[in-house]
């Protein structure tokens, strides 16, 4: 396939897992491909890397000085939380935020200029199940999935003039380099991956390159029609009761 030929994609959060796979998907379908991330990580010879800290717009800014044309945005970068209410902290509350939504809001207000002179202008926010599904201690990092849902149909409404189209993705639990960490921290990893695995319906984890593939889905000139969509990639974890 090479529906993206001739087109230039972002991908932030490039370095590994979801950001990586997606970037070699958009490469591989003939995309001209900038990684936006702290390290290069994995992207060599996939996408041509681009320091940016989507945290601060100095960084954000800075990196588009680098970028002349661009047609598709994937806002990928995000940071997790665990913990309830009772014990996350004003600070990480402020941190998660920070970097999972305004983020997003920072790195697409600097490509709109951009996208608006694309005749294929996508962006796709990387989203979760967590923003639907209530998730046990994960409370910082679903209050921000659910404003990235939100904020992705508030964007799909505003830039419908601009024919910008905007939509995400609702992973479930990733087989991905955050995810090994999380488990390489329980005092029994090999039993939290198995309950990770049994809390989707499919009882597995999702592979990045399933995300990718529906990321490069929405993404595509050939779904011209498709905007303010959120796709579910979960196992069936969101909308599946499967009896036991």
């Known amino acids: 396939m090479s529906e993206f ?22 490469r591989d379908r003939g995309a ?18 681009v320091k940016c800290d989507i945290s601060d717009d100095a960084s954000v800014q800075e990196a588009f000085k680098k970028i002349s044309t661009l047609d598709i945005v994937i ?20 941190k998660v935020f920070n970097i999972n939504v305004v983020g997003i809001a920072r ?12 005749k294929a202008a996508a962006i796709v926010n990387t989203c979760s199940v967590a923003a639907t599904a209530g998730i046990p201690n ?57 309950a990770l695995e049994a809390r989707q319906p499919m009882g597995r984890l999702v592979s990045a390159e399933e995300v990718a593939s529906s990321i490069c889905y929405l993404a ?13 990639v979960d196992g069936g974890l969101q909308g599946l009761r499967i009896p036991k």
């Open 5 to 26: 030929q001739g087109l230039t994609a972002i991908v932030t959060g490039a370095g590994s897992g979801i950001g990586l796979a997606t970037a070699a998907m958009l």
């Open 75 to 94: 806002n990928n970068a995000a940071i997790g939380a665990s913990g309830t209410i009772e014990t996350a902290t004003d600070e990480e509350w402020l």
């Open 138 to 194: 994960r409370a910082i990092y679903s209050a921000t999935k659910g404003a990235v849902l939100s904020l992705t149909l508030a964007m799909a409404t505003d830039h419908l003039k601009d024919r910008i189209r905007v939509n995400c993705v609702n992973p479930g639990t990733a087989d991905t380099p955050w995810v090994q960490r999380l488990l390489g921290n329980a005092s029994d990893p090999a039993a939290e991956r198995k």
């Open 220 to 232: 595509s000139p050939m779904q011209g029609s498709t905007t303010g969509t959120s796709l579910g």
């Open 107 to 118: 790195v697409s207000r600097a490509a709109l200029p951009l996208l608006r002179k694309s």
């Open 32 to 49: 001209s491909v900038y990684g936006f991330d702290l390290n290069e990580g994995g992207m060599s010879g996939i996408a041509t890397w």
